[in-house]
């Protein structure tokens, strides 16, 4: 069974007395386990990540299986590992998703602590991710002896090694509607609340909005999330709280981003514009999507 190792940075690589990153084999060497392909992708602290570098992690594992390997690991900074495990996931598709397993790891303490966490961390994703009699299970988050789908799998504590949680939910995200393997990054996250209210651009394709509590957003974007409902451009309220189960009507001018959190909502919105710029087929999309949201 083949198995990849892609290194994209983080703490779990990084000597903090020799101030660099280790490579992948030194990874692999520290945790004693041995992979068939290693791959020394990113050498940066995930927090630097744009939207262009995760693109390249996730080209990456799509290659990494096309070429016949049935498990891939993803070292990666915990500070955005929840994102970029997402947008893979969103684009990895339904036959890559029966014939693999994709895990991403980190640490929570430097490679060269006395008491790190990266090379526990490491051989228990090898561990789950070699098990691939249990298919279709997407792309997941490998930490602390914990499986988190990528969908709700979300960092809690900066500090404690058992750093992230999905509330219970299922280890997989279920079924995700189809993509393309694209994505349109023209799309806009703001913040509208008590404290900040963030101008809506105009020239953008989507707009992720992070209202209130209950996705609530001030009355003065009413009449702008309008317009732009109205030019074609679609508009998802996302919330810091777990929102009520909020489906598509066909009134509302807006769409929910539901179990997501505004950073998810914002990936999957551009993976959604990567399929298709009009905004009926994209709301069946985000219909699809929400179908699996669990509260």
Known sequence: ?????????????????????????????????????????????????????????????????????????????????????????????????????????????????????????????????????????????????????????????????DAFESGSRPPSSGPLPPTNGSIDANVALVTANSVARQTIPEDVHGVVIQGTGAAHVPSTYFEQIERLWKRGLPVVLATRARDVARTFDGVDRVLWAGDLTAEKATLALMAALGVSTQLPDICDWWSTLMSQSIR
């Open 1 to 161: 069974m083949a198995t990849s190792l892609i290194t994209t940075g983080g703490t779990i690589g990084w000597s903090n007395t020799e101030q660099r990153m280790l490579s992948g084999d030194e990874l692999a060497r520290s945790a004693h386990l041995t992979f068939d392909s290693v791959t020394d992708l990113l050498a940066v602290p995930s927090w630097d990540l744009v939207i262009t570098d995760v693109l390249t992690i996730v080209a990456a594992v799509l290659s990494a299986i096309d070429e016949g390997h049935h498990s891939v690991i993803v070292t990666h900074g915990t500070d955005t590992m929840e994102e970029s495990a997402w947008l893979t996931d969103l684009l990895l598709g339904a036959e890559r998703r029966l014939t693999s397993r994709v895990l991403f790891t980190g640490a929570m303490r430097f490679s060269d602590n006395s008491d790190s966490d990266g090379p526990a961390n490491l051989e228990y994703a090898i561990r789950q991710a070699m098990q691939i009699q249990y298919p279709d299970q997407g792309v997941q988050i490998a930490f602390a002896g914990k499986l988190h789908a990528a969908r709700w799998a979300k960092k809690i504590d900066a500090s404690n090694l």
